[in-house]
């Protein structure tokens, strides 16, 4: 296959860099692909797994000769990295980043890119608990949705990115920037925002209670420790950054919850099952649409 | 293996039931099981999918001849059902029931017990989003903890039904009624019921936002929508039947809830790594406890 891109740089080599770095390699395997990252250890990690074609100490070395470079960084780091590396960039590079809240990135880096450059937002839906360098698998993308934003770019700007992502296996989608927040504040952000919760509830329990809570955990309780075991400052970030769109959900929830809550108290048995009844025809719609099993 | 009761009956064919029934006549495969519905789709259900030895019409002619009666229905059908079978008992017979919820069933069951009988409370800490006699299987139970209540009982009696559950493959543990109820509280029904008021949440958004919600959902959400499709009927009953400690249990959910909103909404960055960073832990204790990989 004909690589949309000689030439990408990579910026943050966690679970998204690493992965992106093994699916260009495997599927587009004479791309040229600059790492970076700022931790030493990480580029060291890194190094030893050999993973891209380098693994530059300097941002700037990194993305200099890249027709693309994409910002796998936590999204309360996305100014930074873009400032370091905007004088860097050649004339007509197009950045990207992964970031999981839109609006915010979309506000902290726009003013940074050079009027020569290009920045297409995207957010690959892709992702498991596991954070660094060795959490990287080539598949990670597959059949998984990238959601492309436009932000006024050239299309044929973004056709290319999308090329790109879809030789990778994703599904590539539009979407509009205050809508994506939106839906992934309730998709992702704040199912993570109660994992997080109630397993930290259970952390503050007395110690012999809690450790049966391991024990017994897997009714239930293990799923959700799943979902809180994802990387501590990706996730700070992700609710500082999209705190509108998820306080907004978050009360809809309260709400919902206070009301079962109330019929429990009140035993208000056809409330509950009701409720319970809706919720199942949801899972149906989702097994429909092929996105489980 | 000899089994250890020559004759059971299991009265509901659910997912536990059918399970039950499966797994004995796997391992046990002497033992002869009766079975029993109210409802008549569900033992049709289970004759053509061969269930059992034979499948009543009669409660009464069910349990006649067995020596442990498994009570297999939802919480807030075992009295009635009890009620049912008490009379049809032989002398010595051991009742048990799969409830998840015990100060109620021991509540409910107990002044039903004739006095030449004996009823060990117990609960499988196994189950699955799908319900009905098509949704079991054999191997349900295997290396899954099966909570005894001793309640009194003789040593003799229940070790015998411990070693009819270990032949099955569970882990049988022993547990007090209110401890129980406390570790359920938040092992289990807590996490059924915030993942049915999320899902719930997003059944109320407005249609094409619930559409993308639904499309889009692999990020997070899929999770809580697999738990929120279990068995409406049967965690009507726990919650209304373990109010108490549920309740408990939601009350410290949602102070912490409402300290993590006040942190996104005042952007203490710290307090949310802080959290994040101790919930990582319970997650390894899980996975070193061998719980989950």
New interface residues.
């Given amino acids: 296959m004909t690589q949309p891109y000689n030439h990408i740089a990579i910026i943050g080599i966690g679970l998204i860099g690493s992965s992106l770095a093994l699916a260009t390699k495997r599927i587009l395997p004479d791309t040229h692909i600059s790492l970076y990252d700022h931790a030493d250890d990480v580029r060291a990690e890194a190094g030893q797994l050999g993973l891209g074609t380098e693994i530059h100490d300097q941002i700037s070395t990194a993305v200099s000769n890249a027709e693309l470079v994409v910002l796998a960084v936590p999204v309360?780091a996305m100014a930074e990295v873009m400032a370091e590396l905007a004088d860097s960039l050649k004339p007509d590079t197009v950045i990207t980043d992964t970031g999981s809240t839109k609006r915010s990135v979309i506000k902290d880096i726009s003013p940074l890119v050079p009027d020569d450059c290009h920045f297409i937002p995207s957010h690959p839906?892709?992702?498991t608990?596991f954070s660094g360098p060795a959490s990287g698998f080539a598949t990670l993308f597959e059949k998984?949705?990238w959601l492309i934003l436009p932000n006024g770019n050239e299309q044929i700007k973004i056709d290319r990115l999308a090329g790109y992502l879809g030789a990778l296996g994703a599904m590539v989608e539009f979407m509009d920037t205050e809508?994506h927040d939106?839906?992934?504040a309730?998709?992702?952000?704040?199912?993570?925002?109660?994992?997080?919760?109630?397993?930290?509830?259970?952390?503050?329990?007395e110690t012999q209670?809690k450790e049966?809570?391991?024990?017994?955990?897997?009714?239930?309780?293990?799923?959700?420790?799943?979902?809180?075991?994802?990387d501590?400052?990706m996730?700070?970030d992700v609710?500082?950054n999209n705190?509108e769109a998820?306080?907004e959900?978050?009360q809809?929830?309260?709400e919902?919850?206070s009301y079962?809550?109330r019929a429990?108290?009140w035993?208000e048995?056809d409330k509950?099952?009701e409720?319970?009844?809706?919720?199942?025809?949801?899972?149906?719609?989702?097994i429909d649409?092929g996105?489980?099993s």
């Fill in positions: 309360g839906l892709a992702g608990e998984r949705y809508y939106r839906v992934l309730i998709t992702s952000h704040l199912p993570h925002l109660i994992a997080y919760t109630i397993v930290g509830t259970a952390v503050d329990l209670l049966d809570v391991i024990k017994y955990s897997a009714s239930g309780f293990r799923d959700f420790t799943r979902i809180a075991a994802s501590p400052t996730w700070r609710f500082i705190d998820v306080l959900m978050l809809r929830f309260t919902d919850l079962l809550q429990i108290r035993k048995k509950l099952f409720l319970f009844t809706r919720t199942r025809d949801i899972r149906r719609s989702i649409m996105q489980d």
